[in-house]
């Protein structure tokens, strides 16, 4: 299964969730906001989101802006 | 003076907000902050980076000043809704400065897309400060739409142009129910003293301090430019007068 996770495609073994599309990019536990296809999903909900072939993934975090 | 700037029922006793982009590095922005005296400062939104050290998000927590996440580099409604959903979500914050800008030369609200996104922001909850044009009808719909407080440019973001029209930051104070926070164009402290003394109810910047010589001295002026603002605008100035009026008794 391919997923392309920030712009970057990424090539999955079996099932993926969306947190560990997470855990490719952070270990962080909080300041971290993830979509799939656009959509956000609740850090709650990582774990029991599960990606399909062709998911776009982003995981967002805070930078120095503004 | 116990005078704060209220924001949606918060309290803040600065009235001047930081934005956190163009520090040379993360300790040189920490100083900075600290000598603004700020207790609500903006950062962006962006693609998790796994080799970026340190986190603006640590440093500011740590200094006990609330983040307030932006909508910078938003083209559309539906890019600046969705990073707003983002960072909602990842700093646990309902509170966004909504940025809808046009183009990348000017850097200019897009006042089409900004109502359409503060309109569609308030609907799902958010506290929604929206940086504006300095156009007095587009602050006013701003505010029937729901926002929390207008923030006006005072000229192009980064310019250091200072307020290019006085007369219509003057006439959105007027009217406005919110507060007014001059958002962009500040050079330095004067431009932030002038901000305050129009009515502003605070200043919004981060060039004219984070790419400043001296970031943590200008840091401090500002700090001072706008209480010094804030104090001359509720004393109430001296009407200008076109010949002189001796202050000395002209008797005796």
Same mark, same amino acid.
Request: proline share 5%.
């Given at each position: 299964?391919?997923?392309?996770?920030?712009?970057?495609?990424?090539?999955?073994?079996?099932?993926?969730?969306?947190?560990?599309?997470?855990?490719?990019?952070?270990?962080?536990?909080?300041?971290?906001?993830?979509?799939?296809?656009?959509?956000?999903?609740?850090?709650?909900?990582?774990?029991?989101?599960?990606?399909?072939?062709?998911? $776009?993934?982003?995981?967002?975090?805070?930078?120095?802006?503004? | 003076?116990?005078?704060?700037?209220?924001?949606?029922? $918060?309290?803040?006793?600065?009235?001047?907000?930081?934005?956190?982009?163009?520090?040379?590095?993360?300790?040189?922005?920490?100083?900075?902050?600290?000598?603004?005296?700020?207790?609500?400062? +903006?950062?962006?939104?962006?693609?998790?980076?796994?080799?970026? *050290?340190? &986190?603006?998000?640590?440093?500011?927590?740590?200094?006990?000043?609330?983040?307030?996440?932006?909508?910078?580099?938003?083209? +559309? *409604?539906?890019?600046?809704?969705?990073?707003?959903?983002?960072?909602?979500?990842?700093?646990?914050?309902?509170?966004?400065?909504? $940025?809808?800008?046009?183009?990348?030369?000017?850097?200019?609200?897009?006042?089409?897309?900004?109502?359409?996104?503060?309109?569609?922001?308030?609907?799902?909850?958010?506290?929604?400060?929206? %940086?504006?044009?300095?156009? #007095?009808?587009?602050?006013?719909?701003? $505010?029937?739409?729901?926002?929390?407080?207008?923030? #006006?440019?005072?000229?192009?973001?980064?310019?250091? =142009?200072?307020?290019?029209?006085?007369?219509?930051?003057?006439?959105?104070?007027?009217?406005?129910?919110?507060?007014?926070?001059?958002?962009?164009?500040?050079?330095?402290? &004067?431009?932030?003293?002038?901000?305050?003394?129009?009515?502003? *109810?605070?200043?919004?910047?981060?060039?004219?301090?984070?790419?400043?010589?001296?970031?943590?001295?200008?840091?401090?002026?500002?700090?001072? *430019?706008?209480?010094?603002?804030?104090?001359?605008?509720?004393?109430?100035?001296?009407?200008?007068?076109? %010949?002189? =009026?001796?202050?000395?008794?002209?008797?005796?």
């Amino acid at each position: 299964m391919k997923v392309v996770i920030n712009g970057e495609p990424h090539q999955a073994a079996g099932a993926m969730s969306l947190a560990q599309a997470v855990a490719v990019l952070t270990r962080a536990e909080s300041g971290v906001a993830a979509a799939v296809n656009g959509d956000v999903v609740r850090r709650a909900a990582w774990h029991t989101t599960q990606l399909a072939d062709g998911d $776009e993934v982003e995981v967002m975090t805070a930078v120095q802006g503004g | 003076m116990d005078d704060p700037l209220l924001i949606a029922g $918060e309290k803040f006793s600065s009235r001047l907000i930081m934005g956190t982009g163009g520090a040379p590095s993360l300790a040189v922005l920490d100083r900075a902050l600290a000598a603004s005296g700020t207790e609500l400062t +903006t950062v962006a939104m962006r693609r998790v980076d796994p080799a970026a *050290a340190g &986190s603006v998000l640590d440093l500011l927590a740590d200094r006990g000043i609330r983040v307030l996440p932006n909508t910078a580099g938003c083209f +559309t *409604a539906t890019e600046a809704v969705r990073v707003a959903r983002l960072a909602r979500e990842a700093l646990g914050t309902s509170w966004v400065k909504l $940025e809808v800008i046009a183009d990348e030369r000017t850097l200019l609200p897009d006042p089409v897309e900004l109502l359409t996104a503060a309109d569609q922001l308030v609907a799902d909850g958010f506290t929604v400060l929206p %940086y504006t044009s300095d156009d #007095p009808v587009l602050a006013r719909r701003l $505010e029937q739409a729901g926002c929390a407080a207008v923030m #006006p440019l005072g000229s192009p973001i980064g310019s250091g =142009l200072g307020i290019r029209n006085q007369h219509n930051i003057e006439l959105i104070v007027e009217s406005a129910g919110v507060p007014v926070i001059l958002d962009a164009g500040i050079g330095t402290a &004067s431009d932030a003293a002038i901000a305050m003394e129009l009515g502003c *109810a605070g200043v919004l910047l981060a060039t004219s301090v984070t790419r400043a010589r001296s970031p943590e001295l200008m840091a401090e002026s500002m700090r001072l *430019a706008v209480t010094a603002g804030r104090l001359a605008f509720l004393a109430g100035r001296v009407p200008r007068r076109r %010949y002189a =009026l001796a202050s000395s008794p002209p008797a005796g």
